[in-house]
C-alpha cells in the first residue's frame, strides 16, 4: 500500500470503528486494516497498538476471515520481540512525563510518540493516555483519529463523570472536523521531529538497569505551606547517575488513567 492510499483510507477506517456496534465482526478488521495504512505510514507504534486492539476481538472474526485469522496469527502482544527493547510496566511514567514535557513546547507528534510507548507499556487499558493520545492527535489536525482515541478512552473508564467528559470531546471534534481530513498530517509529524527537544525533558533510558521509585517525603507530603501541595519525588536511579523530578500528585493521576482531565 502506497503511503498516500493508506493516509486518505484511515478517516474512512476510523468511521467504520466508531459507527459500528463494539461487538460487529467489522471491529478486528477495520483495526488490522487500520495497522496496515499506519505501517506504511511508518508508524509503528501506532501498529503495535491497532494490531493490540485487533487481537484482542480475534474471537469476533468470520469463519471467512481466513487471512486476517492468519495475520492476528502472527500477532504477538509481545512489544520486546518486535522492536528490540523492552517496555516495562515503570516506563510509562517517565513516557509521561517526557510527553508532558513536549506538549507544553508545542510538539504534539513527540508527545503522542511518548504516549504511545506508555500505552504499549501500560497494556493498553489505560483510559487516561488513550485520552492524552486523542488530544496530540487532535492538535495535529487528525480529528478522525482523535475522536476514535477519545471514544475509546471513555470506552475504558469507571468513572461516568470522565466518560461523559471523554465523550464530549470526541462530539466536539466531530463538529470540528472537516470533509479534509488528512487522516494523517505527514508533513507536520515530519516537521515536528526536526525539531530539537525542549530542555529538562524527563530522561527515558531504554537501559534495563535503571528503574523508577517513586517516594513520598517524610510526613507523605511536601509542597507548598504547611506541608500542602502533595508533591511526590520521582528518583531516575542508576549506579552512576541520579536525577530527581518533582510532579503532583495530580499529574501522577492522570498519567495513570484517573484524575481530573482538561
Known amino acids: 500500500m502506497e503511503r498516500g492510499e493508506a493516509t486518505a483510507a484511515i478517516p474512512l477506517l476510523c468511521e467504520i470503528l466508531i459507527d459500528s456496534d463494539l461487538e460487529s465482526p467489522f471491529q478486528p478488521i477495520v483495526w488490522i486494516d487500520l495497522a496496515r495504512c499506519l505501517s506504511a505510514s511508518g508508524e509503528r507504534l501506532l501498529e503495535f497498538i491497532a494490531l493490540r486492539e485487533g487481537s484482542r476481538l480475534r474471537n469476533l472474526l468470520g469463519l471467512s476471515d481466513q487471512e486476517e485469522r492468519e495475520e492476528l496469527g502472527r ?43 506508555g500505552l504499549i507499556c501500560q497494556g493498553g487499558s489505560s483510559g487516561g493516555v488513550w485520552f492524552q493520545m486523542g488530544e496530540c492527535f487532535a492538535a495535529l489536525g487528525e ?66 538497569a535503571r528503574r523508577i521509585y517513586l517516594q513520598i517525603s517524610p510526613g507523605g507530603r511536601t509542597g507548598g505551606k504547611g506541608g500542602a501541595g502533595g508533591v511526590l519525588r520521582v528518583s531516575l536511579k542508576n549506579r552512576n547517575n541520579i536525577a530527581c523530578r518533582a510532579i503532583s500528585e495530580r499529574q501522577l493521576r492522570s498519567l495513570n488513567g484517573e484524575g481530573d482531565f482538561h
Open 75 to 117: 500477532f504477538v502482544d509481545d512489544p520486546e520481540a518486535v522492536f528490540g527493547r523492552l517496555f516495562p510496566r515503570d516506563r510509562r511514567i517517565r513516557f509521561g512525563l517526557r510527553a508532558q514535557g513536549y506538549k507544553k513546547a508545542g510538539l504534539p507528534t513527540q508527545a503522542l510518540d511518548c504516549y504511545t510507548q
Open 143 to 208: 480529528l478522525w483519529l482523535a475522536e476514535l482515541f477519545f471514544r475509546k478512552a471513555a470506552s475504558l473508564m469507571l468513572d461516568i463523570n470522565l466518560r461523559e467528559k471523554f465523550l464530549g470531546k470526541a462530539k466536539a471534534v466531530r463538529r470540528e472536523r472537516r470533509a479534509n481530513d488528512p487522516g494523517l498530517a505527514i508533513e507536520r509529524r515530519r516537521a515536528d521531529r526536526t525539531r530539537s527537544d525542549p530542555p529538562d525533558l524527563c530522561i527515558v533510558d531504554p537501559v534495563e
